[in-house]
């Protein structure tokens, strides 16, 4: 499932925090801050998409991830792969080469990061 770039900006300050209350997460935005209603509401569509959960002390709720970082970046990576490049590793690879200009040493250095894994 994919996040909105909203969604998205929330997610990233949660899965640094490790988890937080909704003043946690605004803190991390830079000013003009959204409000915390607005805050509120993107963590609680978060939460019913199934990537953020939460536990209730008394009135407040302290949220935290369900989904890694780790985890989304696969699929979103996977998908760009599979959506875009037929999926094919190399076709998206060389690609992300030719756009990014990448160097013969970047390319090596490419190569053996790929050789170890």
């Not at 009135?59 to 490049?85: C, I, R, T, W």
């Not at 094919?88 to 894994?117: C, G, Q, V, Y």
Request: no cysteine.
């Amino acid at each position: 499932m994919q996040l909105t770039k909203a969604e998205e900006q929330v997610m990233q300050i949660l899965w640094d925090l490790k988890e937080g209350i909704v003043k946690d997460i605004r803190d991390r935005f830079e000013d003009p801050k959204p409000a915390r209603n607005t805050i509120s509401t993107v963590v609680r569509v978060l939460e019913k998409k199934g990537f953020v959960a939460h536990k209730a002390y008394s009135n407040v709720h302290l949220y935290f991830p369900k989904v890694s970082k780790s985890d989304y970046s696969k699929s979103q990576l996977f998908g760009l792969m599979e959506g875009y490049f037929n999926n094919s590793f190399p076709a998206m690879a060389s690609f992300f080469a030719r756009e990014k200009d990448l160097s013969m040493k970047e390319l090596n250095e490419l190569l053996d990061i790929t050789r170890k894994e």
